[in-house]
């Protein structure tokens, strides 16, 4: 089980990302873009999905991932029940999401310190 202080304490390292506060919901964003989003009672979490892959991956794990808000369908965005995940899936969801957001020489600068799988 993950917290949503642990996702703001993750999300907070990634390079260009800041935390904003959006009608009392946590969100990170790089620019104006948000990456990732907390539920208000913070027990799900929002992220950036290909919305390609969104179906199957709520196919493949329904009590664990979700679709978003009627008004978020039309974008690349998917929810997960932080109840469901551990540190590391929510690592590599939050780092995924993020890596939608940002240039690429600013992905493969974090990718040579942080090698996927490394905690």
Known sequence: MVTGDEVRAFASTLPRAYEAVVRD???????????VALSADETLMGFAFPREQREALIAAEPAKFLLPEPSDLRFRWVRCRLAA?????????????????????????YLE??????P
């Open 85 to 109: 995940i551990d540190a590391a899936e929510m690592r590599e969801l939050v780092v995924d999401a993020w890596r939608m957001c940002v240039p690429k020489k600013v992905w493969t600068t």
């Open 113 to 118: 310190t942080h090698p996927p799988g490394r």
């Open 25 to 35: 919901r946590i969100k990170f964003r790089v620019g104006q873009i948000v990456f």
